[in-house]
């Protein structure tokens, strides 16, 4: 083991992981798509980090950015107004194209969560709160409940009045539903949710919460009449809308933020990750024009020693120009059908390969044992044969880097990729995937 390694294994907790168990790559360079290990290995990062490291590695205008305030003014407390704030919030707010709109900065997407979850109760004046099964929202107290995954079992039994629905998943929605076409999908679900705030009593709910597009748990994306038949529900019954921005937003699935996808308009989008591209740590709620003017006249219940930092701030002016200055958006129209072919090429191909979503470079390969009765690579929520990290094991040996989540491999590269470096990287998952097929036999 490496100096590096041998105290890094002596004094650091790693998340969501037995120590024991874990043998942390060291990172000694990063650059653009790739990173490198102390051994001068390469790997090819195909999932942007934690799908934040959108403009990749050493993006030479950001770090510049971070310098230049760390140089004028580092930090300064949030009740003060500084250029980089004023304009960090001009910037986030004109993306989401949400009139009138303002922005609460945060350090992280848990943490935006957080503070939306207070900002909707206090808005509302009601306390229930919806959030959907196999949606991740962060893992601290609150948001750590709206997760509606296994790593919420780590929260409970948490604070009252989180209620979780059932929302789009057809690949495997119960065996009794015949879907023949979006619409049903999205009718069925929708009844669903109705049917439970009214069980609930919408006089108790505050918010329903969604992200944009469902990303560590597999890239669920729901029909565009879910979308509008929520948006539809949560007015007729007074509920506010809340979108989760934190991994799909910032170009990801083509748009600056992936409601744009879909022709709604939510009442609330937290937001984090591709911000800055993870350079710096911020997050933010973005609150529409009705819940500006609340407050107002009413105390923002909500505060940070750290909210709207003065290097996130810079980082974010930035990195949004960055995204603008290299069309970020033209890029992955065009880099996202690249990559719709080639995984919709390995449904027939592979096997193992159950079913592949994809939206902009966004992306997920669902695995199975077989392909008829659908059952899972891996069990919902365990691993007993450490299956899937002999699968991450194959692409890494090969310099694939990504990670999988239940029995599903994420891949979502740096929206900076070049077709070329992905046909190459997607050549690996292939070759990989040959692999798995033999393993299923
Ligand atoms: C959709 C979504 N929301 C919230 C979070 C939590 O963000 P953070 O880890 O920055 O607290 C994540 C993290 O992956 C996420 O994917």
Redesign the pocket.
């Given at each position: 083991m490496s100096a590096i390694k041998d105290k890094d294994r002596k004094y650091n907790l790693h998340s969501w992981s037995a120590q024991a168990k874990i043998s942390p790559i060291v990172v000694t360079k990063a650059e653009g798509i790739h990173f490198w290990d102390e051994d001068g290995k390469q790997f090819t990062d195909m999932s942007s980090q934690?799908?934040n490291s959108n403009l990749g590695h050493h993006n030479q205008a950001i770090i510049d950015a971070i310098k230049a305030q760390a140089e004028k003014v580092p930090f300064i407390g949030p009740a003060f107004a500084l250029e980089c704030r004023a304009d960090a919030a001009e910037a986030v707010v004109n993306a989401s194209g949400l009139k009138n709109a303002k922005v609460f900065f945060t350090n992280?997407?848990?943490?935006?969560?957080e503070n939306a979850i207070k900002i909707a109760r206090q808005y509302t004046k009601k306390q229930k709160i919806f959030s959907m099964y196999r949606?991740?929202?962060?893992?601290?107290a609150g948001?750590g409940m709206l997760t509606g995954e296994p790593r919420h079992f780590f929260n409970e039994p948490g604070g009252p009045g989180y209620v979780k629905y059932d929302g789009p998943y057809a690949y495997r929605a119960p065996k009794a539903c015949k879907f023949a076409n979006d619409d049903e999908v999205a009718d069925f679900y929708l009844e669903l949710l109705e049917n439970q705030i009214l069980y609930e009593g919408p006089e108790s709910i505050a918010a329903i919460w969604l992200?944009s597009v469902v990303?560590?748990n597999g890239i669920l994306i729901p029909p565009v009449k879910w979308y509008k038949g929520v948006r539809e529900l949560t007015k007729k019954y007074d509920i506010l809308m809340v979108v989760?921005e934190?991994?799909?937003g910032w170009y990801r699935t083509g748009k600056c933020f992936a409601f744009q996808n879909f022709g709604y308009e939510p009442d609330l989008v937290?937001f984090?990750?591709g911000v800055t591209c993870g350079y710096v740590p911020l997050?933010g709620v973005i609150v529409t024009e009705k819940i500006a003017k609340y407050f107002e006249d009413n105390s923002l219940g909500c505060g940070l020693t750290y909210s709207a930092h003065p290097m996130g701030c810079a980082a974010a002016v930035a990195t949004l120009k960055e995204y603008k200055k290299q069309d970020i958006e033209g890029k992955v129209a065009k880099t996202g059908k690249v990559l719709a072919e080639i995984l919709d090429s390995y449904v027939d191909k592979h096997a193992c390969v159950g079913q592949v979503r994809h939206i902009g470079l966004f992306s997920a390969i669902e695995l199975v044992k077989d392909k008829a009765t659908k059952e899972p690579i891996v069990p919902f929520g365990k691993d007993p044969e450490g299956t899937m990290n002999k699968i991450l094991g194959m692409l890494k040996a090969e310099g694939f880097w990504t990670y999988s989540h239940e029995n599903m491999i994420i891949v979502a590269p740096p929206l900076i990729i070049t077709e070329q470096e992905l046909r190459d990287e997607m050549a690996i998952m292939d070759k990989v995937l040959d692999s798995v097929d033999n393993m299923i036999k």
């Amino acid at each position: 083991m490496s100096a590096i390694k041998d105290k890094d294994r002596k004094y650091n907790l790693h998340s969501w992981s037995a120590q024991a168990k874990i043998s942390p790559i060291v990172v000694t360079k990063a650059e653009g798509i790739h990173f490198w290990d102390e051994d001068g290995k390469q790997f090819t990062d195909m999932s942007s980090q934690l799908v934040n490291s959108n403009l990749g590695h050493h993006n030479q205008a950001i770090i510049d950015a971070i310098k230049a305030q760390a140089e004028k003014v580092p930090f300064i407390g949030p009740a003060f107004a500084l250029e980089c704030r004023a304009d960090a919030a001009e910037a986030v707010v004109n993306a989401s194209g949400l009139k009138n709109a303002k922005v609460f900065f945060t350090n992280a997407g848990a943490e935006s969560n957080e503070n939306a979850i207070k900002i909707a109760r206090q808005y509302t004046k009601k306390q229930k709160i919806f959030s959907m099964y196999r949606c991740y929202h962060g893992s601290s107290a609150g948001a750590g409940m709206l997760t509606g995954e296994p790593r919420h079992f780590f929260n409970e039994p948490g604070g009252p009045g989180y209620v979780k629905y059932d929302g789009p998943y057809a690949y495997r929605a119960p065996k009794a539903c015949k879907f023949a076409n979006d619409d049903e999908v999205a009718d069925f679900y929708l009844e669903l949710l109705e049917n439970q705030i009214l069980y609930e009593g919408p006089e108790s709910i505050a918010a329903i919460w969604l992200e944009s597009v469902v990303g560590s748990n597999g890239i669920l994306i729901p029909p565009v009449k879910w979308y509008k038949g929520v948006r539809e529900l949560t007015k007729k019954y007074d509920i506010l809308m809340v979108v989760d921005e934190v991994m799909a937003g910032w170009y990801r699935t083509g748009k600056c933020f992936a409601f744009q996808n879909f022709g709604y308009e939510p009442d609330l989008v937290t937001f984090a990750k591709g911000v800055t591209c993870g350079y710096v740590p911020l997050g933010g709620v973005i609150v529409t024009e009705k819940i500006a003017k609340y407050f107002e006249d009413n105390s923002l219940g909500c505060g940070l020693t750290y909210s709207a930092h003065p290097m996130g701030c810079a980082a974010a002016v930035a990195t949004l120009k960055e995204y603008k200055k290299q069309d970020i958006e033209g890029k992955v129209a065009k880099t996202g059908k690249v990559l719709a072919e080639i995984l919709d090429s390995y449904v027939d191909k592979h096997a193992c390969v159950g079913q592949v979503r994809h939206i902009g470079l966004f992306s997920a390969i669902e695995l199975v044992k077989d392909k008829a009765t659908k059952e899972p690579i891996v069990p919902f929520g365990k691993d007993p044969e450490g299956t899937m990290n002999k699968i991450l094991g194959m692409l890494k040996a090969e310099g694939f880097w990504t990670y999988s989540h239940e029995n599903m491999i994420i891949v979502a590269p740096p929206l900076i990729i070049t077709e070329q470096e992905l046909r190459d990287e997607m050549a690996i998952m292939d070759k990989v995937l040959d692999s798995v097929d033999n393993m299923i036999k």
